[in-house]
């Protein structure tokens, strides 16, 4: 018998990787919430790195923090907006946290003199987590996420280990694995044998999928469905098709109408009391598919040629917009192709500028020469992170006249460190996970643009930071009209800064964008298109 009411939802996927696992497991995830069960989502990932928080984003996109201050993959963060639930730690796990926390055990003598293996070590240590999320009790559904392609030499430990909780009689689970089924255009056929070598293959490691969900950029028709079926040893309700969509808001619904959900809670026997209510979701696609009012918006970053490198705030505009039934059209400005003299350029038509986060030198004048631009110009402002701290830069630079102004993260021995190091960051040596990561309070100032859009005088956010504003330089800055309207109550750090002779400028220390949801925008992103637009009128 199951040792608990968790049910266990394995997603895996095979032919070729980027199939969107992430968005098929966060709209299942969405359905069976619709019903009232309560799903967490969980993505493993089968690369040595301990975490993705120190990847390039060019490698891997954006990392994604949870409020527990972990680096995860930026599927967490779909999750968190499919599903209006937080993620934390263990809803992300490499196969490089596997063998550190197995090595640290060996070296403790924890094994008791035998011989440290894949299996049963690791494949144990990538049990344990899966189940960490299901122990808690609190989740009806656990769906985990198999990160690469069935086959991979890196995926071998975890499909193993799915094999093994398939047979653990104290685990409910199936398994759907995600294939691709491609259109030759020359003969004008669908074709399956992809489909089929690819389930055949997780066969060959013991492991039958219950649920093949076939991506696909033409329809699939039952007879088609019937032939895999066969071949593939599945039932033929269990043979989804995931047809391209518009938007990945769309798959939710798209998966309702193959009946996933449906599919699911009949291979578990569960009845289905209820159908989804899915009615809000629905609305939110219809503001976002007729929107009233259109403006373009400016993203100045270093990495734009990958959009995922941004896509947190990417989304977030989306929320936001679609909640002010406004289509934002992002413009992608390259920081690095910016100087003063070009800057107008590129900015001169748009309606509001966000400058985002980053690291290191590359590209950061371009994001200055864009925040004078923006500040100058009374365009609508929004600097997140690096954004907030080039926004002090530019403002000690041409505003209070300190020529050599700059952060201390590039330029170590700035005569004006207007940004510096962080007090408890200066005897971190390791890279990963140093790092003032996670959520902390930030009280809010009476009057400011932040309290009137978060409607509260304390509010959490998540960081991801090393460097903050030099306290040294507050009444200077303040005295010339740009306030720390944000502060953290204990250690009194600014965490956001407003331009009081701007009508709308604002920089935050925090990451807005990791918290914004379909149905919850986030309230400085709504705050932010509301100013646009009215300053459009
Ligand atoms: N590099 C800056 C710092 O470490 C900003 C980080 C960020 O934008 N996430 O403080």
Known sequence: MPDSKTKYIFVTGGVTSSLGKGI????????LQSRGYSVTIQKLDPY????PGTLNPYEHGECYVTEDGAETDLDLGHYERFLDRKTSQANNVTTGRIYQHVINKEREGAYLGKTVQVIPHITDEIKRRIRILGKTGDYDFVITEIGGTVGDIESLPYIEAVRQLKWDPEVDSLVIHLTLVPYLSTSGELKTKPTQHSVKQLQESGVQADILVLRTEQSISEDIKRKVALFCNIS?????????????????????KERLDE?????????????PDIQEWKNFLERLKNPKQKLRIGLVGKYIELKDSYLSINESIIHAG???????EVEWIHSESLTEENVSNHLASLDGLIVAPGFGERGIEGKIAAVKYAREHDLPFLGICLGMQCAVIEYARNVLNFAEAHTTEIKADAKEPVIFLME???????????MRLGAYECKLAEGSIAKAAYGEDL???RHRHRFEFNNKYLEAFEAAGMKATGLNPSGGMVEIVENTNHPWFVGVQFHPEYSSTVLNPHPLFMEFIQAINKQKQ
């Open 322 to 328: 679609v909640h002010n039934d406004t289509e934002v």
């Open 236 to 256: 033929e309700d269990a043979v989804i098709e995931s047809a391209n969509a518009e938007t990945i808001y769309d798959v939710p619904l798209l998966m309702q």
């Open 48 to 51: 040595i790195n301990v975490d």
């Open 459 to 461: 509010i959490t956010e």
């Open 24 to 31: 098929i497991s966060a709209s299942l995830a969405k359905l």
């Open 424 to 434: 408890d960051q200066k005897t971190v040596t390791e890279k990963g996970g140093t």
């Open 263 to 275: 599919v699911v809670l009949n291979k578990f026997k569960l009845a289905s009391a209820s159908e």
